[in-house]
Every structure is written in structure tokens, then in C-alpha cells.
């Protein structure tokens, strides 16, 4: 059987692998304030090109937006975001845990727009009970979407230019990061996100590391403390160098984004077995997700030969269910998938 | 100018301002352990018909919205409610600030049904990832809505089915619960509510009180050191007397029925003489809450001799207002409108 | 038989119980915005001395203080204070239920002192492992304390000044402030209150009021978007013009001082009695607050005749209890205790 | 130099990392959900002797104590422990992020007593106030305590069954429970702590695990919906099997008990070398901490050569510091530490 069920089905590239068993027996201070921290650091630096920016690794991603958000957030705050976003359907209430309430904004293709963000600013501002309601504090975007799309630079430009007039910090979830970046017709480079958001992180734990997010606060007046509300958060990890060597070596001579592109490329070649085949999918994308349309019995027949995730009913007869690729995916696995798909569709 | 804006303009009933004159030296037990809380608690345990009810008195609805919700729910669990909800839209994040998300279903008139509350139980029970989202833990309605429509007595049957075979706690905001037992073609008793529901409460400050809300546990398992959360909620009065003094005159000899009583008729008055002109509204109602929808240049001309509530923009040309009456509406008021409708719609 | 349990006992000063009767069919608007509350906080200021300080109305002590305190505070920040404070003890965790940590002092008298407090800052910020504690954000002070004590201008300014060198704001719970500012030999003046805090309340629950607590931003620029914390923390009173007409009354010729004294002179005249006949106090004070220690069995024959809270087991046969005096205390009542305590101890 | 101050300061033991190699290209569910979890926890009832109880895997121990904390208390209660304890001192406030108040109890040698719980229990039930107090719903313990202290069998009893009598959860934690249970003279076995605990973790992090926190609910009744908690808590490690896979080689032939054992040994020596000078300690302990009093400057001397932690300032020459031995303590470190003591103590 084949696996295309998520992007974390495996451990990890085996650079990573061979590097914990070099440090293995280095003795570091805790906490992430080693050595390979700093270098992981430096190295995100450089390659999304905010030398100013503060870096810090937490383990995963629920934690690592429940942190950022209720760091920059006021008591009577609340963040904006599409209603798919991960922070407001799949991460049991961490926001709310905190206090916050997530605004949810109708998306399209998984995104939101400068002018809904705006609609939404303004509507508050103007609202004579404004008091009453909980007001927007920030915006958060994931790129890609979890729906596997993504902004175009302009769109970014665009809920840029909102979020500094209206003074709102701009947090984009990377969870996904690279394999946004590496897609066909993206036209969003590294220090774009950088410069773009306020605070960003670069997924790990999808991306071919066991574990570990980096968060980015390219604004770095905003990342004040931040080590208190890691902490708080139960995101400290004793082993903090643990982050840091995965990152180091993900960040090494581009691997990261070399390990997204061959996921993204195979992700194509899936698409383009279904395209052939004249398959719908529930969205366009061009990144490591793919969400066909298939009627309910061939979605029956092909999961006994490939693991997939059931994503959400079309109608009657059909559903929409997602292939994911990663850095792990076999060559082997997506020819024997387009075998079937040109065969049985 | 004759005001309309909301049913707390003035202060309160006189009848409770002289038994705050006669009892203000009378020296009382602090925070709600007096005898005027016990008389008053026994009163609305009469009215109700809920003989084993536990009765509390709090100050005011957001902070008893927060304080029940919270002393309810296990840190993974939500509320269900309409998506118009007063606790989704104008308490400020209340709920999300002690740690809970407002799970808002899609409303109609304000209402939601049982079966809608039956899906969304089914579908977060039967979801692969339903330990990633949030847990409905409990279900909470405004009788009447913030439309100032009313359920039926087979819609709350209906809905309590589902929380009974779901093992979920059923909550009603009674904020204006005078208005609606009083409405004309309402079909629910005071003993429904203590019946249907685990907790309601008996709304004072828009019925008549010069503020108070009076919870009633009428399924007291769930009021377990209920106190305590009160107090944590900051909802504990010193003079908790004075809640119990207020309600111990609204509810003798039905004074808090009969000054709803006269409101929701003073309110069909002025329903009728939009009505005779053929103004639409916003939602057909039938208690202490009308909103008709008007020209904006109509409203603006109105808005000089009557005050309103803006509420909602319908289209280019037409909004809808809000007109409340309360306790202490002058039927001069009413017929003032009733004269201006007349002549100058 | 006489009560000196608390000094709320009673409902309000009679000149606030006549503006609510003479007010009582004014039509305002809602949540504080009337001109009520903008007279009453007018002379706030005036009185005060602090003519650009920000004026806020809330219901109660403990909702006051939570309110103000997660206002103020970061995430990871908590709050300085004596051990014996009110936060720390008797708010059923309130400042703990928005998140944040009470930081308790050990205090003398009730007091803690500058050189506590800055000993307690640089403990913190030399730690190696301070991103593992949480971070001293404000410092509470009760004035009077629970203890009825005072702090002298001179251990004011030595605070304010700690607070000042280290950015952290200073908040004062004035819960029974008159008392204290009318109490023999306290040398602060109310301009001094407002000096020296970023933030205070002037409490009137406990001082005439039938309940309220005016807060003052004499540091307005702490007091940003403070309305949506009231409302979100269940404080923002629909009739919000209750709480101005009371303080608008009890600043109207000095009538809250003039209470306090009243009071404070009466528990004068219960210390001197107490004296006299060689009994000690827990503490030595000059607020309406005594603490006499005395045998259990004296205690329980007093009690027959004379309320009084049970405070705190000294020894085996020992016990302080406190006897409270207010603004509503009759002369009559300490004649007998003093003819009491002249005759019986 | 060689280097004492924690026992995190390395990877992990050599038997982990060739199971991760091993490992890396399984495909596996995600979220703790897959056959190496299954049987990591089923080793761990077999060896804690607990069928019945229900095992999770968390990453770290702020995150595992604040979850399990928060998934057993209501909101109105807070925590038992010792004012040293880890919850108190070391988490930036974690436990009250999550709106609990810590019930801090004063210990000797890190430990309280049943006696102490049992008397702080009372208090708050007599108390007439209690319901403006935080009410204690749990006890936490550490075992070994922070200064690596243990209770004995009667001690654990002893709380035990106040823990019973009062119907308070017993939360032990385990962040080193194998330096416990192999220390010389511990009276406590592992089914012990699964007997007398309602929930307690083996700690991975620091005993032989790159990190990694098993939490064993052998009271199951109380992990009701645990998995929403550890979601919401940002604890969830989407590639899950790695906690499993980490434990599953710690519980496979003793590995945990025998890298504890070895470094208590280790422990021991260094302890015994100190105790033949005359060095005193800050406490007498068994466990992998060693805390012995030195004079300043030997410290400074003695931290050229060995790195260790500055503990504790005990007077104006005299200072604790700690030493920790780990699975990963090189038998050569331990030798030239005896032999640096003999010389130069």
C-alpha cells in the first residue's frame, strides 16, 4: 500500500537523522541557547534576508500559533483569519484557551483579501457598540493555505498595506512554507515573507525535519519577552538544540527547499493524472496538496491501494479526498499512483 | 424627544425604589446570604415551578453569560449558540476570555434548531479529527432572541431531546424573558423554561430592576460550588441584598409579568401602525423589540423627534431601526409615534 | 443587638438614595456614557487633583481589580503585592482566572516596602533562569491595607519611585480609601493618591455607596481601550448611570470624606475603649478597621450582644476580631460597646 | 572541563537514536496514534503494574503538568503543592495561564506532609469565607522533589489517604521518577507510584530520552477527553510515534531503570567524596543532585574545572551549588570530580 495520507508519515531527511547522531554526545546548555541554535538562527536569517530579525524554535505548530498570537494580543483582542484557518478549526480552541477570540473571515480558495480585512476594520472602528465586540488586534494567514493555495505577491502587498495603516501585526503560518515557496507560479520569494510579515515561521515538522517550527519575527520590536511566553507555553524544550540542528541542516545549501521542490514536482505529476483524466479538484493549487473530486466507489476502490485522507463531501456521489507529497515520497509510490489513475479513472 | 433606543433608559420600577428606601438600614449579611435573597429565591422558585431549583443573583448579563458558560465546561468544550448570539457578538469576548469557543451555528429569526444543533453533534462526533477541534459542551439560547423572536414550545421540546440524548446542558438567556412569556401567541409557560431547561436566568435589568440577573440551576446538579465562580467572575455583590430585595418586588403579586405585560403591548401597538402603512420588517416578532425596515432619508427624519437604534443596513436606500419599549414607557411616547407613523411614513 | 461585622452592612448614604429617586425616570444612554458619569468624574478630578486622569465606573472591588490588572499586564507578567492582599486572598483566584500569577510579599502590618519590592525585581532580573519565572509586571498596594494600616507619603514615594526606575506601573486598591485618607495622623492627601499611581480606585461600596468603584488612570495612557476590558470582564453596568449619580453625590461637598471621618472618629473612640482596659491589637491602626486580641471566651459573651468577625486565632485561649464602623454606624451603638467594654473586660 | 549542571546536557542514549534510524521510513498515523505508542504504553502498565490505566505521551514537562492541571481542576480550584515546587517557581506561570491559582504549602526538604494538606484542606472547609477563596482540587508532588528528595512508602500512604478521604486528585510528578526509584534507600516501588497516584509521568527528557513525558492515568476515569486537552495544550507532536518509539526502548529491559541506577551510583560517589571532607549539603538527598555548601571562592576555583549550577546563596561566604549526574555521565568525569575534591577541598 502507498501513503499519501499526510505530510508527516515518516521521520526525517536523513542529513538530520546523521546529524543528531554526530551531536549526540555534545554537551550544550539547554533551552536553546547553544550553539546550533545561533547558527540555525543566522542561517534563517540569511537565506529569508531579515538580518535583523529575532529567531526562535518551538516544537510544533498549534503550539507555535497559540504563543505567537497570545504574545501579541491584548486582553480584548481578537485575530483575524479565513474561517478554513488551522488556527480556527483544528487546533481545539488553543487561541480561545488563551482568551482570544479568532475572527473568522469567509475565505475563498482558502485566502482572504486586503478588503474583507479592511471591510472587517472598518466595520469594528465605525460600529457605535464597538466596545461590546471584541477588537481585531492582528492577522493571520497561512502560506500555503490549507487548502494548498496561495497569495500572490500582490495579495501580500495588498494586506500589507492594511495591516500597517491600521497598525496590525501581520503573522503568517509557514507550517507549509516551503513547499508554497516552490511551487509552479509562485511568485513570492523567501524575503518577501520576511518583509512582509511581521512574524512568520518556517515549518519543520512537514518539511522533512522529525519536529520543529522557526519563528521569524522579522519586526523584532514585537518579539519583546518572547522567551517568557515560550516558556509559558510549555514550548521550551530542555533539548532546545534539538531545533537547532535540525534547522541548521535544513537551512544548509538550501535543502529545505530542495526537499519541497521534488515534493511540489510529484504533486504535479499526481495533478496532471488527474487532470488527464478529467477529474475536478475541489480547489486549484500548486503546491504538495491535492484535493481531486471522485465519486464515493472509486474513492473506495483506489484506498485499497493508497492510503488518502477523506477531505469533505461534494454531493451525493462524490467527495473530495487529499494526496499528500513530502520529502519522503517515493518516486516509486507516484508512478504506481498515475498508473492507477490513467488505468481506473 | 421621545426615546425608544433600548429598554434601559431610566431606572427602575418604584416599587422597588421604595423597598430600597424602606430596607436601607436594615443591616444584612454581606453577598447574597441575606433573607431578602432567600425570600426572592423562594418566589422565583414558586413562579417557576421549580420547587429544587438553586437561584442566584448576579449583576449583569455578560457577566453572568461568562460566569454560568465557565463554571459549565471542561477547558476542550464550546458553546453552541447562533451565530447572532448576544454571547458571540457584543459581550467583548466573554466566553473566549475565560478560555472557551463560541461554537455559532447559522441562525433563522435569530433561532436555531434542534436539528441543526443534532448536526453539528453528529458531525464533531463522527470527525476522524474531532480531538483537534473544539467539543460542544453545552448549548445556550436567548428566549427571546436578539431579535426579539420567540422559540415554540415544540422547538424547545425539541432542542432539549437532543441535549437530554446528547447528555449536553441546556442554557437560557432570559435577558428579556418577561417580554417573551408575555408575547402575544406564545405558547411557553414559566414552568417550560424551568422545565427545558438545566439553567436560565430571569433577566431584571431590561424588565424593570435597576439592574440584576437571577440564574436558576433548575437542574441544581449542575450549581456545585457555583458561589465560587461567581465570586472568581467578580459577580458578587457586598450588598448582594440589594439583588434580592429587587427581586422579591418583581416577583410579587406577578409585578415582573405585568410590567412586561405592558410593554409587549405598547410594542403591538406600534408594530400595528407600521404595519397599516405596509412598512416591512427586519423579522416578524411579537415582543418588547420592533424592527421595521425604513428609508434612510425617513429614518433621519424620524430620528429628529423619535430616538432609535440603528441596526442594520439592508440596501442602498433602507436600514433597519430599532424601537424598544420597557416598563417605563409612556403610552404619550407611543401614541407620538403612532400620530408620526401615521402621518409621515 | 449591635453589628460591627463589616462596613456594609447597610444599604446607602440617604443623599444617594434621594438621587436615585429624583433621577429615576431621566432617560440616559447606556455603559457610563451620561453625563452623570461625566459630572461624577469631573470632580473625581477635581478633588483628586489629577485633571488629565482618565475616570471609569465599575460595579466591584474584585471585578475591579481583575479588570484593571489583566489590562495592564503581558501573559507573562504577574503582580507584586503583599501576601495578605486582597488579590492574593480573598478574590477566589480572579487575578489567577485571567492568567496571570499574584507575586506575594511577606508584609509587615498588612505593608510591603520599596526595598521589598526592589529587592523582589532584581532577584528576578539577575536570574539566570528568569524566562522560567514569571516576570513582575505592576505592584498592587491596598490603601488602607486589609489590616486598616496606612502607608506613610514617605513609603509612597520610596514605591513610586522603585516603580518609576523600573517602568512597572503602580496600582492602588482604594476599596476603603476615604477611611484611610481621613484616618488621624495619615499624612497623604488625595493628590498624593493620584501622584503617585499610574492607577487607583476610589471605592464606594464601602463608604456610602450601594455599591461602585471609580477608577482612575491619573496615567491616562494605561487606560487605552479600557472600556472593552470592563465590558469583556462583566463590569460595564447596562444602567451605567447609577454609578455616576452615586459618586456624583458622594463628591458633591466633600460628603465621601466627610463620611469616612464620621467613621473613623467612631473607631476612635472604640480603640481608646479597647485601650483603656489594657487590650492589645493585632495591629496598631487608625482606619475604621480594629483588630483587638482577647480571650476566647470574652470573645464568645461579646458576641452575644455585639456583632463582629472572627479575624485570626492568636494563641490557645486568644483571637483577634475585627469590629468595622461606616459611614453608617450609629453613635448609639458605640456608646454601648464602649460602656460594654468599660464594664465586661 | 567537565560539566555537572543538569542532566539534559546531552542527546539521548545511544539505543533511541539507532530506533529512530531504524524507524525513519516507517509510515506511520500521526498524533500518538500508531503501533510504537501502543506499545510504549503497554510496556509502561506492564512495568508500573497498572492494566487498567490509560498512558499518553506529552514532550515536555511544563507542557504535561499544565495540561494534566488543567484538564482535572474546575475553574474555581487550584493546586496543592510545595512553594518549591516546579509548577510554582519554574514555569513562568503556566499553571495560572491556564486560570489556576497554585495553593503553595511551605516544604521541608521540598516535601509537604499529608498533615499539611490535611490542615490546609480543613482550613478552607471551615473557613466562612471559603467561597472568596481559591478551593484546592488537586495535590501535586515531584518525585524526587526538585532538591531530589524523596517521600517514603509511608509518606506517599499518608497523602494517599487524605487524598482519598477528601476526593482530591493525587498528581505525582516523574519528571526524574527513575533517579527515585533507583536511589539507595528508596522504599517505593513502581507500582507503588501507579497505586498511589491518580495520574503520574515518566520523565524521558532527563533520563535518557531526547525528550519525551509519559503521562499515566492509572485512575483512567480521570483522562476523560485527555487527547482534546493535550491538543489545545499545544502538546500533540503530529509525528507521535517518536514519543512512542523513544519509550518503547526506555521500557525494553529495564533500560530506564538501569540508566537511572547508574547514575544515581555515580551520584553517590561524588556525594561520598564531598561527605569525606566535611562539605555539609543544602539537603540530604539520594537521588542524581547533589547539592553541596561551599565557601564562594572554592566555587570559583572548582567552576574553572566543572561546570556546575550556583544553586542557592546560604550565607555571606557560602553558597549550595548543584552537581547532576545523567545516563550520559562519563565515568571519567565522576573520577576527576572525587579526585579534584580529595586535592583540593
Redesign the interface.
Given at each position: 500500500m502507498y501513503?499519501f495520507?499526510?505530510d508527516?508519515?515518516?521521520?526525517?531527511a536523513?542529513q538530520i537523522?546523521e546529524a543528531?547522531?554526530e551531536?549526540?554526545?555534545?554537551?550544550?546548555?539547554?533551552?536553546g541557547e547553544d550553539a546550533h541554535c545561533a547558527l540555525a538562527a543566522d542561517r534563517i536569517r540569511y537565506v529569508f534576508d531579515c538580518p535583523g530579525a529575532e529567531v526562535h524554535f518551538l516544537?510544533?505548530?498549534?503550539?507555535?500559533n497559540?504563543?505567537v498570537i497570545?504574545?501579541l494580543l491584548?486582553?480584548?483582542q481578537?485575530v483575524l483569519c479565513a474561517e478554513s484557518a488551522h488556527i480556527n478549526?483544528?487546533?481545539?480552541?488553543?487561541v480561545?484557551?488563551?482568551?482570544?477570540?479568532?475572527l473568522a473571515l469567509s475565505p475563498r480558495d482558502g485566502k482572504i483579501s486586503a478588503d474583507q480585512i479592511l471591510a472587517a476594520l472598518e466595520a469594528h472602528h465605525t460600529d457605535?457598540?464597538r466596545?461590546?465586540?471584541?477588537?481585531p488586534g492582528m492577522v493571520y494567514l497561512s502560506f500555503p493555505t490549507e487548502l494548498g493555495t496561495l497569495y500572490t505577491l500582490q495579495e501580500l502587498e495588498d494586506i500589507r498595506k492594511v495591516c500597517t495603516d491600521w497598525e496590525l501585526p501581520l503573522f503568517i503560518d509557514g507550517a507549509r512554507l516551503g513547499y508554497g515557496l516552490e511551487a509552479s507560479g509562485c511568485n513570492v520569494l523567501p524575503r518577501d515573507i520576511a518583509r512582509l510579515a511581521d512574524v512568520f515561521y518556517v515549518g519543520g515538522?512537514?518539511q522533512g525535519a522529525?519536529?520543529g517550527e522557526a519563528v521569524v519575527f522579522s519586526n523584532p520590536a514585537l518579539a519583546e519577552?518572547f522567551?517568557?511566553?515560550i516558556?509559558?507555553?510549555?514550548?521550551?524544550?530542555?533539548?532546545g538544540r534539538?531545533l537547532g540542528i535540525q534547522f541548521e541542516v535544513l537551512m544548509n545549501e538550501g535543502l529545505y527547499f530542495k526537499l519541497a521542490r521534488r515534493a511540489d514536482r510529484l504533486a504535479d505529476r499526481i495533478r496532471e493524472a488527474f487532470r488527464r483524466k478529467g477529474v475536478e479538484f475541489l480547489v486549484e493549487n500548486t503546491t504538495n496538496q491535492i484535493f481531486p473530486v471522485l465519486e464515493i466507489d472509486a474513492i473506495d476502490r483506489l484506498s485499497v491501494e493508497f492510503?488518502v485522507e477523506?477531505w469533505q463531501t461534494v454531493d451525493e456521489t462524490r467527495a473530495a479526498v487529499r494526496f499528500c507529497t513530502s520529502w519522503?515520497t517515493a518516486e516509486s509510490a507516484v508512478e504506481a499512483l498515475e498508473s492507477y489513475i490513467h488505468n481506473n479513472l
Open positions: 501513503h495520507e499526510s508527516y508519515l515518516e521521520g526525517c536523513p537523522l543528531l547522531r551531536t549526540n554526545l555534545e554537551q550544550t546548555l539547554g533551552y516544537v510544533g505548530g498549534t503550539q507555535t497559540a504563543t497570545a504574545s491584548r486582553p480584548h481578537g478549526v483544528h487546533e481545539t480552541g488553543a480561545e484557551h488563551s482568551g482570544h477570540k479568532v457605535f457598540s466596545e461590546h465586540m471584541v477588537q515538522t512537514k522529525l519536529f519577552d522567551r517568557y511566553c516558556k509559558q507555553n510549555g514550548g521550551m524544550l530542555a533539548k534539538l492510503g477523506r519522503a
